[in-house]
Nanobody
């Protein structure tokens, strides 16, 4: 049974930081490209960050460049999203996702998803 479990969300003031974690089980983690997505109330799920199987190639949404950092530890089956200089518009449920085949920004290309963790940034 494949499981992706996110943690690290919470309430933070604007300008603060959070580090999200996503621990994966039930698959060969190092064989999967990983992504972070988010969904705010009333909005579609959107891409935040992604990285390849060995972590050597990464990309970010434009609003996250310079503020967010995605990393992974294949020995721990975990992908991280370090978020700095948070803004109220970053408020959303954040999801991690895994894809064995694709390295894309498209949610439907990812086969496995976590349950999400809430991030709330107050102004």
């Amino acid at each position: 049974q494949v499981q992706l479990v996110e943690s690290g969300g919470g309430l933070v003031q604007a300008g603060g930081s959070l580090r999200l974690s996503c621990t994966v089980s039930g698959l060969t983690f190092s064989s999967y490209n990983m992504g972070w997505f988010r969904q705010a109330p009333g909005k579609e799920r959107e891409f935040v960050a992604r990285l390849t199987r060995n972590g050597d190639v990464k990309s970010y949404t434009d609003s996250g460049k310079g503020r967010f950092t995605i990393t992974r530890d294949n020995a721990k089956n975990t992908v991280y999203l370090q978020m700095n200089s948070l803004r109220p518009e970053d408020t959303a449920v954040y999801y991690c996702a895994a894809s064995a085949t694709y390295y894309t920004r498209t949610p439907s290309d990812y086969s496995y998803w976590g349950q999400g963790t809430q991030v709330t940034v107050s102004s």
